[in-house]
Nanobody, 123 residues
């Protein structure tokens, strides 16, 4: 299974970005997918997840008001819409997937990982 992220880049504070994640090998709709992020010198942290069976979602409490995870079956992808971005959102964002129907916050729950995409928010 190959997981690929796209959509990162440079944006000013207050702006928006939309990240996309595709998982090859099976249709994206059958995977549970999560987004994590890691800022320089920081631990990897959970951002959001969507379960494969029912599209139930789970968010980091501090991000729920600004970030939205969704599945686009037509594109065989899972997106992360990020609004009202802040400089502290600057990080490498990773997509992770598993065949199990979960939306957990633990990195160990996901079996397949992408290489990450850089998101930089300027003041």
């Amino acid at each position: 299974v190959q997981v690929v992220e796209s959509g990162g880049g440079l944006v000013q504070a207050g702006g928006s970005l939309r990240l996309s994640c595709t998982a090859s090998g099976r249709t994206s709709s059958s995977y549970s997918v999560a987004w994590f992020r890691q800022a320089p010198g920081q631990k990897r942290e959970f951002v959001a997840a969507i379960a494969g069976s029912d599209d139930s979602t789970n968010y980091a409490a501090s991000l729920k008001a600004r970030f939205t995870i969704s599945r686009d079956n037509a594109k065989n992808a899972v997106s992360l819409q990020m609004d009202s971005l802040k400089p502290e959102d600057t990080a490498v964002y990773y997509c992770a997937a598993t065949q199990w129907s979960i939306n957990g916050q633990g990195a160990h729950e996901y079996d397949y990982w992408g290489q990450g995409t850089q998101v930089t928010v300027s003041p």
